[in-house]
């Protein structure tokens, strides 16, 4: 179960390896959209349930969505309910307290939730409640672990580690910018989240004005420099998106700072960028990260979360601080500067990302999660 209707490949693609694996799926998706129309296409069994709002208003309806829920488990009787995201944790845990069936298994795929106090107290007040904490990263399960999750193990979210080419040249991409051969190039791929959340006011959680801050910086050591920001708002108004664009006009950068847009031919972004950037306060292991190893690039991201778990310090990229635009700075121009350092960097972390987030490794480690947890219950020694 998670709550996004869009997106979600993560979801899709640990989903659709366990069915292929012989177990029976259904998924639970909060409407339609994307998410629900590719696992119908999969030919896996999809249910709506509209749990999504927090709002006092939104409650009659999230109440009766968790009703259904409730349903939908007591008819499937399922050996397993698996939660994804938040809000999916939570209402699985409320259906436990109602129906109590099944081993229940919470998958922690972000921690900004725990910047908002209302939110962390609903968190950690049901936790109990999840017979297993699987951390999307080792510095999640880690950070549960500290809140007293009953069990926790690691799964990191893999995904299709072959269908990224390193040999994919980047001149379409290139030349849409009229950029000369040998330009040096910077990339950041990601969604731009507005928020509420206090702690994220004045840069967001993917660190979007970070970057924007470091790019005078970044120019002085590497005048030629050009740099694109590439997605766009996920859900909002175009609002936050914006106030990005205005803070680059401000700084005078707009010449070397380009907003692309939603891209859906990320394999030429890609090939097109000499280093990729990650500067998020908060994050897991970040797929744009490790799509952007395995393509072999140069990898610059913040010391958080599950980035170290992603990029190695010194070996498969750099790690600078949070929220430090100076040092995101100059470990850009680190490895703008020296192409054969990122070259070695970026073919040894593909070779690790290809052993790590291999989805066929994540679906084989949460199958082995259910197991042992299932016959531990069992009071069986697997």
Known sequence: MTTTPNGGSWFFDQVVGLAHRGHHVRAVVPGEGSLATRLRAADIPTEIV????????????????????????????????????????????????????????NQVTGISHLHSPILRRIDLATLSRADVLIGSCTAFAERYRGFGARRVAVSHYGCDVHRLDP????????GEFGLAPGTPTVGMVAHMYPTRIRAFQDIGVKGHEVLIDAVQGLLARVPAAHVFVVGDEFVGTGDYRRSLEERAARLGITDRLHFTGHRDDIQNVLAAMDVLVNPSLEESACYAMIEALLME????????????DTVQHGETGLLVPPGDAPALANAIADLLTDPERRRQMGRLGRLRCLERFDIARTVADVEEVYRTALAERAGVRW
């Open 50 to 105: 509209p749990l999504c709002g927090w709002r006092p208003r939104q409650l009659p309806r999230v109440a009766a969505a968790e009703l259904r829920l409730v349903r939908l488990i007591r008819d499937f009787r399922p050996d397993v309910v698996h939660a994804h995201l938040l809000k999916a944790n939570v209402a699985c845990r409320i259906a436990r307290l109602v129906g109590g069936r099944g081993l229940h298994i």
């Open 167 to 174: 040999a994919t040249p980047g001149d379409a991409f290139r």
């Open 297 to 308: 690039k140069g990898a610059v991201a913040s010391n958080v979360g599950g980035l170290p």
